[in-house]
Nanobody, 115 residues
Framework: QVQLVESGGGLVQPGKSLRLSCAPS????????MGWYRQAPGKQRDLVAK???????SYGDSVKGRFTVSRDNANNFLYLQMNELQPEDTAVYYC?????????WGQGTQVTVSS
């Protein structure tokens, strides 16, 4: 059973930074890709950022230049560094991983950006 455990969410003021972490229960390189999605109340779940097993990254338009997805291969973590956070970034953030035809999701971590 593959599990993804997120951490690092919380309340932050506009303009500040947060880093989310995702710890998979299997080796990070077992996945074809890993990434982050977010879902705000009443909205669909959207891609924030993802990274393939080869290291290619892609980002949602609203976070380009502010967020960075990365892997810690030695310690088996996925990260999302979020800078210049804005109130519209408020959402539940989910870690996602794909392995062949299967997609796995974490339980989500709340990020709230408010003054």
């Amino acid at each position: 059973q593959v599990q993804l455990v997120e951490s690092g969410g919380g309340l932050v003021q506009p303009g500040k930074s947060l880093r989310l972490s995702c710890a998979p229960s299997v080796n990070i390189f077992d996945f074809n890709s890993m990434g982050w999605y977010r879902q705000a109340p009443g909205k669909q779940r959207d891609l924030v950022a993802k990274i393939t097993v080869g290291g290619t990254t892609s980002y949602g338009d609203s976070v380009k230049g502010r967020f960075t997805v990365s892997r810690d291969n030695a310690n088996n973590f996925l990260y999302l560094q979020m800078n210049e956070l804005q109130p519209e970034d408020t959402a539940v953030y989910y870690c996602n991983a794909t392995m062949y035809l299967y997609a796995y999701w974490g339980q989500g971590t709340q990020v709230t950006v408010s003054s």
